[in-house]
């Protein structure tokens, strides 16, 4: 490639926005750098690089303005500063660099990393253009919200209802199939796994695989290209649009998760693409006694320095694009601890107008020093409850967990989350998700069988709080799979019972395998692809069934806290009932021998406009081993689900006693 030194072609430009901006005559260019002595602005056209110095610099902001470029071109920095790792510079003047702010990610990136401008990644200028026509947000109100963790790819790849051309592509996931199948089960919202343009480790590449999940982004704005099927010449950008439009207007809401804890070019010894070679020593947090290290509170090489203002603004500008430009509904922030430490995160979130009205969901934890922080958000933040998870696993599949555990739960985590003044729905109630065993494989291994990722089986988690049921994987023993028939329907009862947002691991309503790996990040294959023609009989139905009761119920999604008080009708808000026919006694929340009990709950105060039945909820649970009969509280009851049954829905009168089944949850409703 032929390289052109050219001075005279930029304008002076201006300091903001940062990133590359078209305007129809030209483009301004704008990048962070506090610690850089020049800037080069290195343009790609066909075989011939221009190299335009920015003479600028505003603020620590290098800028200039080109005029005549237009959508579509290539570019990238060159940064000259020191070469010093002990002092935290890491500075390379040859290497050409993506801009944090590129909207889109041009060329293929292959391991070692090129310094060749032909192979190297690119930023490319993009036209923000695209008719949204009339496009709104759902704004499912958070009480009402059913999550769907999906990965884009792996949720349409094996559809035959959606064309082959776009499957496992962002045009795949709104195909109609998929919003019928969406629809049918009733979720309302969907939280993809990473889109933000990622990369490949080298490690997984040199053994022939991939990074399936996504947590290694580089680039914070841009859609992955890998994920787009470019019918037509379609843009990713406007494919990605276009599917935001169509879930919306079938009532979907779509929630990223994000990855700004850490980046692709993890360690000292990971490439420089971007961030490093810009600034390293404001970009990333560094050991104050090691500057040539990184604090590692991701476990994947470095952390992000949102103590940093401009870096702090380069996460605030990324959420606000996906909101303002991107039209999605709201954020999983993956490992959010590691957003908090020494930043004013919380607080810019909190104040930001734009942002205030999406979804925000944390992964409240890392695996640096306090990393725990379940609770610790603030209100208008929802968390996934990894205690919620490990109780209902460790009642109903192992015994370790009690029936005052499982209320807790059922309860909505109130010990957790109501102190700092929030809602039930600060807490996102899940049993399986992608990280760990689908719902199948929970009851189908005792431990987990990872060998297909080259680790040894050293990786994923440990501690599952599974059971197999009595034999290891795959059974014909009909009494084997009667006992993982009940109790994959009981943990999606229980999920869809308990007071707080329930998510559902896509999937999981199929019966997917994957075949006791509970770490599958590294497969992009059959294993971690939705089968869509290998179901389990009769599963999706139940599952809608269930989350048919839930928006019935208003008293199953409840916006204020349980206290066991009395309503405006006299009635408490929740009674806990023993199967003997009477209010639970301290030393039954006591008993490690009691597996039955039940939840009875009464309406709140009806909000505007909602809608759903009034009347009073008993849910009845028995995991033992043998039916249990309950004395019931007075009055004539309609069973309306019974999770053991064939025909889970049929309802039938009860009066004085209903018989539960063993691992069962039986609901009832009486008006």
Known sequence: MDTLIDSTSLEAGRPWPLGAHWDGRGANFALFSAHAEAVDLCVLEGRQMRVLPLRECSDQVWHGYLAGAVPGLRYAYRVHGPNAPELGHRFDGQRLLVDP???????????????????????????????????????????????????????????????????????????????????????????????????????????????????????????????????????????????????????????????????????????????RGIDNRSYYRLPAADLAGYENFSGCGNTLNLAHPRVLQLVMDALRYWVEVMHVDGFRFDLAAALTRDSAFLAALRQDPLLQRVKLIAEPWDIGPDGYRLGGFLPGWSEWNDRFRDDVRAFWLTGEAGVGQLAQRLAGSSEIFQAAGRAPQAGVNFVTAHDGFTLRDLVSYQTKHNELNGEDNRDGHGHNCSWNCGEEGESADPAVLERRRRLQRALLTTLLIAQGVPMLQGGDELGRTQAGNNNAYCQDNAMTW???????????????????????????????????LATADRQPDVVWWHPAGRPMRVADWQSKKLGAFAMQLTPEMPVAGQAGDGGTLLCLINRDEIPVSFLLPAGIWEQVCDSSADAAFATCRREKATPVAARCVQILSRA
């Open 530 to 564: 939705l089968d869509w023609r290998q179901t389990t009989a009769g599963l999706i139905d139940f599952v809608a069934g269930l989350i048919g009761l839930r928006r019935r119920f208003p008293q199953l999604r409840r916006r204020h806290w349980l206290t066991g």
């Open 101 to 275: 702010y590129a909207r889109e990610v041009a060329g293929r990136f292959s391991w070692p990393a090129q310094d060749d401008p032909v192979h190297c990644l690119t930023a490319a200028l993009v036209d923000e253009a695209f008719d949204w026509g009339g496009d709104a947000p759902p704004a499912i109100p958070w009480a009402d919200t059913v999550l769907y963790e999906a990965h884009v790819k792996g949720v349409s790849r094996q559809h035959p209802g959606v064309p082959e051309v776009l499957r496992g592509t962002y045009a795949g996931l709104a195909a109609p199939a998929m919003i019928e199948h969406f629809q049918r089960l009733g979720v309302t919202a969907l939280s993809l796994l990473p889109v933000h343009y990622f990369l490949d480790e080298q490690r997984l590449v040199n053994e022939g695989r991939v990074n399936y999940w996504g947590y290694n982004s580089l680039a914070f704005f841009a859609p992955a290209p890998r994920y787009a099927a470019r019918v037509g010449g379609q843009s990713v950008i406007a494919e990605f649009k276009t599917m935001v439009r169509s879930l919306h207007a079938a009532g979907l809401e779509v929630i990223l998760d994000v990855v700004f804890n850490h980046t692709a070019e993890t360690d000292e010894w990971g490439p420089t693409l971007s961030f």
